[in-house]
């Protein structure tokens, strides 16, 4: 009896070192226990156990997280494309500034609208939370940029806006000539950190510029476009819902952990989601960039299975708002004269229905051409090879646009993720589109992104590169 009572006590505690290998193995089953605690900017973070320490609050310190726990646990590191098979560099792409021309220019030339002025062009771009928000350059050629100021200078940034470093997010500005005036729409933290649209006019496009002291627009509200007719300015912009699903969505598999596997094929993407269940209530605590940092293995996840996962949501009997925040809609709406308001009726005219766009499509920009109104678009996370620049045509500003099946750009390998285009007349007096791209290996938050152009050619049904 004894001897039988030692090799049961054996094999117990046999079964129960291998259920803790087990656990380690499959977290999906198990789960993951964390956690964390905040050490200033650094996060001290326990994974099942195991301890962490991500060095801040910027990509590169989430980069270096992410690599431990795919070699751990094996969790998608979402810094590594492993499934990237870019096209072949395109010659008609032509670089105009791949690298930082002024010690103030913090992250680039993200999001660039470019407009033609008399015989000048001027740039204005994304500032993210530099202390100087929407840098603005000027040229004559195409060629040669010049640093002509800020928007908004460290200090003088609207009342109604959240600014400073890993506080503020100053994204996609974007400058028209309204009458004898020039007007600026961006996009803004308000003093809630919620994404908002904001509008800043100037007698110059290099200022100073002076804001009309609230936002036009709140509630997750981004990339604002301007279009002037003979009807007036009209807005375009994002329904940012791609920011609100993805914590939801853990939340959701936090409490719901069978549809992990209702949603995801391979072992990776249900770790992957697992993950994303146990870290949910501690990224609720972290600033907008953080959260989205702590997502963004669960939204590559998603994004590569987002028709399955859309269908099983829907099947799944999942709250309202979470199968609305699936889709982002891009809406059209005329401004007043002034352009404090919104009137008339607001028009949905674009929304992410194609494989290749995923969770989201943004940065809308409207040109009209051989008399009809082409609206160019990016879709797609900003971040991976899969962004790209899509196009859609209709006959009537408000619609309905009929999209091109592919995308208009892609990444090459010679640059990532080109998106968010501006159409502006070449030196010829040709359409000519400008846009921003990575530099290969790179990509994310606050990482430079250059500013590329190519000459377009338009007929009455189909636009391409010249």
Same mark, same amino acid.
């Given at each position: 009896?004894?001897?039988?009572?030692?090799?049961? &006590?054996?094999?117990?505690?046999?079964?129960?070192?291998?259920? =803790?290998?087990?656990? =380690?193995?499959?977290?999906?089953?198990? /789960?993951?226990?964390?956690?964390?605690?905040?050490? /200033?900017?650094?996060?001290?973070? =326990?994974?099942?156990?195991?301890?962490?320490r991500i060095g801040g609050g910027d990509p590169e310190h989430y980069a270096a997280f992410y690599a431990e726990l795919n070699r751990d646990f094996g969790i998608r590191d979402p810094y590594r494309n492993e499934q990237w098979f870019p096209k072949s560099s395109d010659p008609r792409w032509k670089p105009l500034i791949t690298n930082n021309i002024h010690p103030r220019i913090l992250a680039g030339y993200g999001d660039p609208a470019v407009l033609k002025t008399g015989e000048s062009y001027v740039l204005v771009a994304t500032s993210n939370d530099a202390p100087d928000a929407f840098p603005i350059l000027t040229s004559k050629d195409l060629e040669h940029w010049e640093p002509a100021g800020f928007v908004f200078p460290e200090g003088q940034a609207p009342k109604w806006t959240s600014a400073g470093v890993r506080v503020g997010d100053f994204w996609a500005p974007e400058m028209a000539r309204v009458g004898g005036e020039y007007w600026l729409t961006y996009t803004a933290r308000d003093k809630e950190r919620v994404l908002s649209i904001g509008l800043a006019k100037a007698k110059q496009p290099t200022g100073p510029w002076t804001d009309i002291g609230k936002p036009l627009l709140s509630g997750a509200m981004i990339d604002a476009h301007l279009f002037v007719d003979e009807g007036g300015p009209v807005l375009f912009w994002k329904k940012d819902s791609n920011s609100l699903w993805p914590r939801p969505l853990a &939340?959701?598999?936090?409490?719901?952990?069978?549809?992990i596997e209702r949603l995801f094929d391979s072992e990776q993407d249900r770790v992957t989601a697992a993950w994303a269940a146990a870290i949910q209530p501690w990224a609720e605590t972290r600033r907008p960039m953080e959260r989205f940092f702590l997502m963004q293995p669960l939204i590559r996840t998603a994004i590569d299975s987002w028709n399955k996962v859309r269908a099983v949501l829907r099947a799944s009997g999942?709250?309202?708002?979470?199968?609305?925040?699936? *889709?982002?809609?891009? &809406?059209? *709406?005329?401004?007043?004269?002034?352009?404090?308001?919104?009137? /008339?009726?607001?028009?949905q005219v674009l929304a992410n229905d194609m494989d290749w766009e995923g969770h989201l499509i943004e940065g809308p920009w409207v040109t009209k *051409?051989?008399?009809?109104?082409?609206?160019?678009?990016? /879709?797609?996370?900003?971040?991976?090879?899969?962004?790209?620049?899509g196009v859609a045509v209709a006959d009537e500003l408000f619609g309905p646009y009929e999209k091109k099946p592919q995308p208009l750009l892609q990444s090459t390998t010679e640059w990532l993720a080109p998106g968010h285009a501006s159409v502006a007349p070449g030196l010829d007096g040709e359409p000519q589109l400008f846009f921003h791209a990575f530099h290969p290996e790179t990509g994310g938050y606050n990482v430079f992104r250059a500013l590329l152009t190519a000459k377009l050619r338009f007929t009455r049904d189909e636009v391409s590169l010249a």
């Open positions: 009896m004894r001897y039988e009572g030692s090799v049961d &006590r054996f094999a117990a505690r046999r079964e129960e070192f291998a259920a =803790k290998c087990r656990a =380690k193995r499959n977290p999906v089953m198990a /789960g993951f226990e964390i956690e964390a605690v905040a050490d /200033g900017e650094a996060t001290a973070i =326990k994974v099942n156990g195991t301890a962490y &939340r959701l598999l936090r409490e719901r952990p069978e549809l999942c709250p309202a708002d979470m199968l609305d925040a699936l *889709q982002t809609p891009v &809406r059209a *709406q005329r401004l007043t004269a002034d352009g404090t308001d919104l009137v /008339g009726e607001r028009v *051409q051989q008399g009809r109104y082409w609206l160019f678009y990016a /879709g797609n996370d900003f971040t991976s090879p899969a962004y790209g620049i």
